[in-house]
């Protein structure tokens, strides 16, 4: 996974630039009828229940476009939410808060959808060793926003982009001639470029899972697409040779089945590719 600085600067970058395209050359609305020197305070007003999620990256908003504004917190990111709670209060100059309103409502508002669709997953979950994973399925530009939430609605991180892990999938397999020689030729690769990353391999059969454990080095190991019975006997094959993930087309109703049969992991891009915006609203007081 990506470290803590890497992370930072994903956020920065991704306020930096929602600001620019949200605010362009000024927020001539606020700008033409509020007084510069006006101060006021609003409230964030939950309308939904679920997980609320981006407390945290609204501070970071609101500091960004003005560091004099001032937030008190009542419910704290990964907390149970209902309709007619408050989850904060923001005050300072009325323009500042105006200004950040949008991206701060745009950001919670997915990722407290993420995250509650994430807890619901987790709980279904609960009593086995399993875990569950995002994947690379989220928003173009705004992953660091959604893998945060995933993580805040107890859920974990799969790798975040192309460079922070190597997984081969069928595709790469094919394309390299063959599990053994895209595995050797991974190796090979890392070792030339002195790069300390993780290796997860996809099988698509119990046949290619054999020839996987044949070859050394493989962090974990993606079931993909198996059945419940084929994916039992795929975890009795790996043993603790390495991690086992399952993925594909796993749902709700799937989802303790699968974890039943004893992997590690079970990876959903329903997590942050199908969900719908929690209902928040930031009020005047």
Not at 133 to 138: F, P
Not at 215 to 243: H, M, P, Q, S, W
């Amino acid at each position: 996974m990506i470290s803590k600085e890497q992370f930072q600067k994903e956020l920065d970058l991704i306020i930096k630039n929602a600001i620019r395209e949200d605010i362009g050359d000024g927020d001539h609305t606020s700008l033409s009828c509020i007084p510069a020197d006006a101060k006021g305070k609003a409230k964030l007003l939950v309308k939904d229940d679920g997980i609320i999620a981006g407390v945290e990256f609204a501070k970071l908003v609101f500091n960004y476009v003005d560091a004099d504004l001032e937030v008190e917190t009542f419910i704290k990111d990964g907390e149970k939410v209902k309709y007619g709670d408050i989850v904060f209060h923001v005050a300072g100059k009325s323009q500042s808060i105006l200004m950040a309103e949008r991206l701060v409502l745009n950001a919670m508002q997915r990722m407290s959808a993420i995250a509650t669709k994430t807890a619901f997953f987790a709980n279904l979950l609960e009593g086995t060793k399993t875990k569950v994973l995002d994947t690379r399925k989220t928003t173009p530009g705004i992953r660091a926003l959604e893998k945060w939430a995933v993580k805040i609605g107890g859920g974990e991180n799969h790798r975040f982009a192309l460079y922070d892990m190597v997984m081969i999938k069928d595709n790469h397999i094919d394309f390299a001639g063959g599990i053994t020689a895209a595995i050797t030729k991974t190796k090979k690769y890392l070792a030339k470029k002195g790069l300390d990353i993780k290796i997860i391999v996809e099988a698509r059969s119990l046949a290619e899972i054999e020839e996987i454990l044949s070859v050394d080095g493989v962090y974990r190991i993606l079931i993909d697409n198996f059945n419940y019975e084929d994916t039992r006997k795929a975890v009795a094959l790996i043993g603790d040779t390495c991690l086992t993930e399952s993925s594909g087309g796993i749902n709700e109703k799937t989802i303790r089945e699968y974890a039943e049969c004893g992997v590690d992991f079970i990876s959903s891009g329903a997590l942050t590719h199908s969900v719908y915006n929690m209902d928040l609203s930031l009020k005047a007081i």
